[in-house]
């Protein structure tokens, strides 16, 4: 089935190789996907306005329908709240009313059909682990991976319904089909620092930083995400700071993709650093 | 006499007002306040880097997008050909008009040693031209009014832009076909150019084959259509008119308006229209000329400028003269089209929370008008900081401008600017005092609304936190609290007093505490709550409600 994929605001700028290395992924596992022009999922005023969020996540889920597809996301943020949104026009048929009401003004509708999925689950439930490891070409050999799964993605779990909010398998179960080990670290399943960058920056800061002393604690290589937010704030902290990569990177490179359709020189991970993990 | 005279004052306006335009270039700063850049240094940048360019390998690149993106427009076709359309009919065709009609002594005769504004092909050349622009002026009317967000962001700018072309074209197009139709005008062409003595031969021949064939109009002269008339006046034609006048049915918008004014042609001679038209065809250009650089118009210059110089590369990373001048030529360069709001990926946010800042057009106009120092409400400046902050620098108003504005470099830098001087996007929302004597916050809301009511406005209800027994799993599970050093000061109330605090009924307390504007919506605490209390999302109503009394200015 044709996916919808949408990349989130954060990606066209900030984090253009996240873009570019998962659409090479999805293509080389045979996922199809379009590229509509959606809008934002709403974040950006989700703090602010309620009708305004939903609004935003309603039309994107109006123009999915329209061609009949879910929509795919690789930002966790982007999923959450979308997820969330549904969820509220789902419940409260009211409010689903109201914004059905100002989606006519361009002859669109919110019915509920489309889900928006995160990249994770399509690659887990969709393509499976098998058929991805088909692909692997290059396995890395003896690399530790924490594995930062992303808030919005993984809670409330009744309403995004991701994985086990206390004890979730998914994103290592796809980490270890290139190979690399998974470590179990402390903070695997919280904040990244992200959402209080601009309210309270010195939270934020702390957050991240106890986040990645976490990893290195626990003898992690790199700290691998899947999310747009968290990649940006793990790539702000300062160099000392652990190597971290963005998961259809991790993936990519033992897919034996090139080099440039996954932007590894736009991380902190150097390349050689990662062959190295082949090699041996 | 009177063209003469407008025509070079006109000029001279227009010249003044370039000079009065391009010297912000040098001056306008959007960005962060540095140690200052005076104009003559920035121009001197200026200068430095178009030799640069010149001289070095980009000058090719610079060649192609002159061709590529400035005249044939290539982009605009790629991202939408009916904006294409209009935009390039408006274009070539006015261009052509200019070279061909307008500046016929300085370019079409130099060119065409037979060239006569009545032979073909110029005659029909200039209907075409012509018709261009007014089917691309039609489209431009017709896409201001069919969008949603282009009829909202519609300025007197671009009416006045429409319309002065609409008057240019329609007194051009009835000025042709008044001088068909006219008696005076018949006269005085067979006077002065065809070199025919009226004595010898008379004119009545020559009147009656015009009549019949080439659309003149003679009203109250009873002109005879007998076969051996008209074979005179046929041989008359080809010995003194043919040569330098084609049929008016080429042109063939004219000649039509020429069949409707038929009926009315000794009134509008008795009048001489053609003569009141050619004063209002050539005082609307010359108003146009005049104008160019305070409208709309002007971007004719600022724009091609500003995809020459961004196809040059992009500026520096760092702050740099080159950088504020190329924000200040791009605030000019924008024709207000509209593009970057309709594709803006938070535009339709614009239907819920009412700023017009939160579209990208708006926002650009806005700092352009802050950077000419006009004064501002603080109301107006919270709702420009309001629309960038809101805005998700998602690229795409950059990726699709079709003048190649760097509105991404304008926004971030506006953003620097903006939060040097105190207006950060959160300084709005978080209050910068609690009080920690709860005894006098309780039961009351800022205002006289009852909490209960207020909080069902944002979707939050009692039976939402009414579950709470404060066992403080969500505050022992609330990574910000850890990561606090002194959580109840920086925090103000930590997420279990939150709940509490709600039951009894203290609406001041929890909305003036840090904690919402702290909360990392992690969810952890939600997830881990046994009592199934929706404690995040019961933050994200009380950061709404917040909004809502913060936003005290007036919605424009």
Same mark, same amino acid.
């Given at each position: 089935m044709t996916l919808a994929f949408f990349p989130g605001c954060k990606i066209p700028y900030f984090c253009f190789h996240y873009g570019t290395s998962t659409k090479a992924v999805l293509k080389s596992l045979g996922v199809d996907f379009v590229e509509p022009e959606f809008n934002c999922c709403g974040y950006s005023v989700r703090n602010f306005d309620l009708k305004a969020f939903l609004l935003q996540s309603a039309r994107n889920f109006a123009i999915a329908e329209q061609g009949g597809m879910d929509i795919v996301t690789p930002c966790k943020c982007c999923f959450g709240t979308m997820a969330h949104a549904r969820h509220i026009l789902d419940e409260n048929h009211g409010l689903r009313a109201e914004i059905n009401q100002m989606l006519a003004a361009e002859n669109r509708k919110y019915t509920g059909v489309s889900r928006v999925r995160h990249l994770l689950s399509v690659l887990a439930e969709d393509v499976g682990a098998a058929q991805i490891s088909a692909h692997v070409r290059r396995s890395y050999h003896g690399m530790k991976v924490a594995a930062h799964y992303g808030c919005h993605a993984l809670r409330p779990s009744s309403v995004v319904q991701f994985d086990n909010p206390f004890s979730p398998t998914i994103f290592e179960s796809l980490i270890r089909v290139t190979g690399a080990e998974c470590v179990d670290w402390e903070k695997r399943l919280e904040c990244c620092g992200q959402p209080l960058a601009e309210s309270s920056p010195e939270l934020s800061r702390r957050l991240a930083e106890r986040k990645i002393s976490s990893a290195l604690d626990s003898g992690a290589d790199l700290i691998c995400s899947a999310c747009t937010y968290c990649q940006n704030k793990f790539a702000a902290v300062p160099e000392t700071a652990i190597p971290n990569i963005l998961y259809p990177q991790l993936l990519g490179l033992s897919m034996g993709l090139s080099g440039r359709s996954l932007g590894l020189e736009r991380t902190s991970v150097t390349r050689e650093k990662l062959e190295r993990f082949i090699a041996a | 006499m009177i063209f003469t005279y407008t025509f070079y004052a006109a000029c001279l306006v227009c010249l003044v007002g370039i000079f009065c335009k391009v010297r912000p270039w040098f001056s306008y700063r959007i960005g962060p306040q540095k140690p200052g850049f005076s104009v003559w240094r920035r121009l001197g940048y200026a200068l430095r880097a178009v030799v640069r360019t010149v001289f070095s390998s @980009?000058? &090719?690149? %610079?060649?192609?997008? $002159? !061709? +590529? #993106?400035?005249?044939?427009?290539?982009?605009?076709?790629?991202?939408?050909?009916?904006?294409? %359309?209009?935009? &390039?009919?408006?274009?070539?065709?006015? *261009?052509? $008009?200019?070279?061909?009609?307008?500046?016929?002594?300085?370019?079409? @005769?130099?060119?065409?040693?037979?060239?006569?504004? /009545?032979?073909?092909?110029?005659?029909?050349?200039?209907?075409?031209?012509?018709?261009? %622009?007014?089917?691309?002026?039609?489209?431009?009317? +017709?896409?201001? @009014?069919?969008?949603?967000?282009?009829?909202?962001? /519609? /300025?007197?700018?671009?009416?006045?832009?429409?319309?002065?072309?609409?008057? !240019? *074209?329609?007194?051009?197009?009835?000025? =042709?076909?008044?001088?068909?139709?006219?008696?005076?005008?018949?006269?005085?062409?067979?006077?002065?150019?065809?070199?025919?003595?009226?004595?010898?031969?008379?004119? #009545?021949? !020559?009147?009656?084959?015009?009549?019949?064939?080439?659309?003149?109009?003679?009203?109250? =002269? #009873?002109?005879?259509? /007998?076969?051996?008339? *008209?074979?005179?006046?046929? #041989?008359?034609? %080809?010995?003194?008119?043919?040569?330098?006048?084609?049929?008016?049915?080429?042109?063939?918008?004219?000649?039509?308006?020429? @069949?409707?004014?038929?009926?009315a042609a000794g009134f509008l001679d008795s009048v001489r229209m053609d003569v009141i038209l050619w004063y209002v065809h050539f005082l609307a250009c010359f108003i146009g000329l005049a104008l160019l650089p305070f409208t709309k118009f002007f971007h004719v210059i600022a724009t091609p400028l500003s995809l020459l110089v961004n196809s040059a590369g992009p500026p520096a990373r760092e702050e740099t003269a080159d950088r504020l001048n190329r924000r200040a030529m791009e605030l000019d360069a924008c024709t207000s089209c509209g593009t970057c709001s309709v594709h803006c990926s938070v535009a339709p946010i614009f239907a819920g929370i009412e700023n017009r800042y939160i579209l990208p057009s708006e926002r650009l106009s806005a700092l352009k008008k802050l950077s000419a120092g006009n004064p501002m409400t603080p109301g107006q400046l919270e709702q420009i900081v309001e629309g960038g902050q809101i805005c998700t620098k998602c690229y795409r108003c950059t990726r699709l401008c079709p003048a190649g504005i760097d509105l991404q470099d304008i926004w971030l830098a506006a953003e620097a600017q903006f939060a040097q001087q105190g207006y950060s996007p959160a300084a709005r929302w978080i209050p910068d005092s609690f009080d920690r004597d709860l005894s006098s916050a309780q039961q009351k809301l800022s205002g006289d609304t009852d909490l209960l009511d207020s909080l069902a406005a944002v979707a939050v209800h009692q039976e939402d936190f009414s579950g709470c027994f404060k066992c403080k799993t969500c505050t022992n599970a609330c990574p910000v609290v850890d990561a606090a050093d002194d959580p109840l000061r920086e925090l103000d109330l930590l997420p279990h007093q939150m709940m509490h605090a709600l039951s009894l009924g203290m609406g001041d307390a929890v909305l003036s505490s840090r904690m919402i504007w702290s909360c990392a919506t992690c969810y952890l605490c939600q997830e881990h709550c046994p009592q199934g209390v929706r404690i995040t999302d019961i933050f994200y109503g009380l950061k709404n409600l917040a909004y809502r009394q913060a936003n005290r200015y007036s919605p424009n």
């Open positions: - | @980009r000058i &090719f690149r %610079v060649a192609f997008s $002159l !061709i +590529y #993106d400035v005249l044939l427009q290539v982009h605009i076709l790629r991202k939408d050909p009916l904006r294409w %359309v209009m935009h &390039f009919f408006i274009f070539a065709g006015f *261009m052509a $008009l200019l070279l061909l009609h307008a500046l016929e002594d300085q370019v079409s @005769r130099e060119l065409f040693s037979a060239y006569h504004s /009545t032979v073909n092909p110029f005659m029909f050349l200039r209907n075409l031209f012509g018709l261009l %622009v007014l089917i691309g002026l039609g489209i431009a009317i +017709y896409r201001r @009014r069919a969008s949603r967000i282009l009829k909202r962001i /519609t /300025t007197r700018a671009d009416r006045i832009a429409i319309a002065l072309l609409l008057v !240019i *074209m329609f007194s051009g197009f009835l000025l =042709e076909g008044a001088k068909i139709i006219s008696p005076s005008v018949f006269g005085s062409m067979l006077r002065n150019y065809s070199g025919y003595s009226m004595e010898a031969e008379g004119s #009545d021949p !020559i009147k009656s084959y015009w009549q019949a064939y080439y659309g003149a109009a003679f009203p109250g =002269e #009873d002109l005879p259509e /007998t076969p051996k008339i *008209m074979e005179q006046g046929k #041989d008359m034609h %080809v010995n003194y008119c043919a040569y330098c006048h084609a049929r008016p049915q080429w042109a063939f918008v004219s000649y039509p308006a020429s @069949r409707v004014m038929y009926p």
